[in-house]
């Protein structure tokens, strides 16, 4: 949150400098600028992830894996976008766009019933997030009912 307070500043300077000093018309000119920014950036390099959310809330977990497989795929083509999302963007989350879409691949193999590919797709985000707490959580109650069986 504080860097993104901290890139619609750098735009409201920006529009002040041009416009030859900082007054209302400045900020909401720049705030204006920030806010077109962040939402065509948001809308069209993440569409496939959110469109494989979108389908995932509405229980259409089979159309939403190959939305998560091309986010993940998009986002491992291009590191660099997903390492540095706040400011390509302007996402402040926790995890990385990859990281997402892998965890949403996974539970959505677990809710179609596809427990060998779903524990593989969680081993896999383990392997390459070590710290992820979905994956690690659902790998728990994963090895639990194993164990019970």
């Known amino acids: 949150m504080l860097l993104q307070l901290g890139i619609a500043a750098v735009f409201v300077a920006i529009v002040s400098l041009v416009r030859g000093g ?3 018309t400045a900020f909401m ?3 204006a600028a920030y806010f077109v920014v962040a ?3 948001r809308y069209t390099v993440t569409w496939q992830h959110r469109t494989g959310f979108r389908l995932m809330k509405a229980g259409e977990f089979e159309r939403a894996l190959p ?3 091309r986010s993940a795929a998009f986002f491992s083509a291009h590191p660099q976008v997903d390492r540095f999302r706040a ?3 302007l996402s402040a989350a926790q995890f990385s766009y990859r990281e997402m879409a892998l965890c949403n691949l996974a539970f959505g193999l677990a809710q179609l019933g596809r427990g060998a590919e779903a524990k593989a797709a969680y081993e896999r985000v ?3 997030y070590p710290g992820n707490p979905i994956a690690n959580a659902a790998m728990r109650m994963i090895l639990a009912t194993e ?3």
């Open 22 to 24: 900082f007054d209302e």
């Open 29 to 31: 000119m720049g705030a």
């Open 39 to 41: 939402m065509t950036l």
């Open 67 to 69: 939305y998560f497989e």
């Open 87 to 89: 400011i390509t963007l």
């Open 126 to 128: 383990l392997r390459e």
């Open 147 to 149: 164990s019970r069986a």
